[in-house]
């Protein structure tokens, strides 16, 4: 994001960082018991009749959530993004390898009176091709339930896992994760959904509240102890590339130079949060750092790839 804003994106931006897309976590979790709630007996109906898996799908738990942190650790699992017409992250889907042993056992005739055995590598080319049909259904149920402001597009690719789900890097943002336990006789697993805030909020609100102006909305959103709470700033500047080996020899005394674009790359932040990329100067006697874009977590994380690599 380096296009200029507005003052209330630039507000909403820095307060979506701090404490999420609203103050007011219980209405967010409601929101996403509700959706849930409604969508688990369409993808449950959805992966009996194009799949035909007989699953137990219950809720086993909705949290407040960092889309960045959707991608799950270990081997065995599978991940997929489903984009919508109104954004590229609308669902972050991902099975755990308990739940695909299971799957996998069921459509290729596994006795059902036998344990399915967790998966504990990377994913087969079948097995993989086998989560992306399980997620093109959930898919298909989710939208089926009415979630209009998701409207995914479908087909989905295919589900990433091994290597490429490792390496993939998800925007940051605030989201909701919710948390289906499947179930069978022969095992169970876990499929996780996770959803940005503000497409949720943007199905949950009332008409009236759509309407209503920015700053009403945003009044709604936050009681005022929130917008009157301080936070303390801190700006960081990035000093110089050395080899461990280097650092290692530091002496005190020595002299490090700053890096020649050092001074436009100073960033500011809040609560351990990057907020924004600044230009360091001086006004007056006083030092100071001037605004020049939003931080952009996904695209710092891409650069210092390339100058690694």
């Known amino acids: 994001m380096t296009s200029p804003a507005t003052p209330a994106e630039m507000r909403a931006y820095i307060i979506e960082r701090l404490v999420g897309e609203t103050g007011e976590p219980d209405r967010v979790t409601d929101a996403a018991r509700a959706v849930i709630e409604k969508a688990a007996p369409a993808i449950r109906e959805s992966l009996r009749l194009n799949l035909c898996l007989d699953l137990t799908i219950e809720l086993k738990g909705v949290e407040l959530a960092r889309l960045a942190d959707a991608r799950p650790d270990g081997d065995g699992h599978a991940m997929i993004v489903a984009p919508s017409a109104a954004s590229p992250d609308a669902l972050v889907m991902t099975i755990d390898a308990a739940a695909v042993a299971l799957?996998?056992?069921?459509?290729?005739?596994?006795?059902?009176?036998?344990?399915?055995?967790?998966?504990?590598?990377?994913?087969?080319?079948?097995?993989?091709?086998?989560?992306?049909?399980?997620?093109?259904?959930?898919?298909?149920?989710?939208?089926?339930?009415?979630?209009?402001?998701?409207?995914?597009?479908?087909?989905?690719?295919?589900?990433?896992?091994?290597?490429?789900?490792?390496?993939?890097?998800?925007?940051?943002?605030?989201?909701?994760?919710?948390?289906?336990?499947?179930s069978a006789p022969a095992g169970a697993g876990e499929l996780v959904l996770t959803v940005p805030q503000r497409l949720l909020l943007k199905g949950a609100g009332s008409g009236s509240a759509q309407k209503a102006g920015p700053a009403t909305q945003w009044r709604q959103r936050f009681s005022e102890e929130v917008m009157r709470s301080g936070v303390e700033l801190q700006a960081t500047m990035p000093l110089a590339r050395m080899t461990l080996g280097q650092v290692a020899g530091l002496r005190v005394g020595q002299v490090i130079e700053f890096e020649g674009d050092a001074q436009a790359q100073a960033k500011l932040s809040a609560r351990q949060k990057t907020l924004f990329v600044c230009e360091f100067g001086k006004l007056g006697q006083n030092y100071t750092v001037r605004v020049r874009h939003p931080f952009d977590a996904g695209h710092d994380i891409i650069e210092g790839l390339v100058a690694a690599g």
């Open 103 to 182: 799957i996998v056992s069921m459509l290729f005739g596994g006795d059902p009176g036998l344990a399915a055995a967790p998966i504990s590598r990377d994913l087969s080319p079948t097995e993989t091709v086998v989560a992306s049909r399980v997620f093109e259904e959930v898919a298909k149920g989710f939208s089926q339930a009415g979630n209009s402001p998701f409207d995914l597009i479908l087909p989905l690719p295919q589900a990433m896992c091994g290597a490429d789900l490792k390496k993939h890097i998800l925007r940051d943002g605030p989201g909701v994760r919710m948390v289906l336990a499947i």
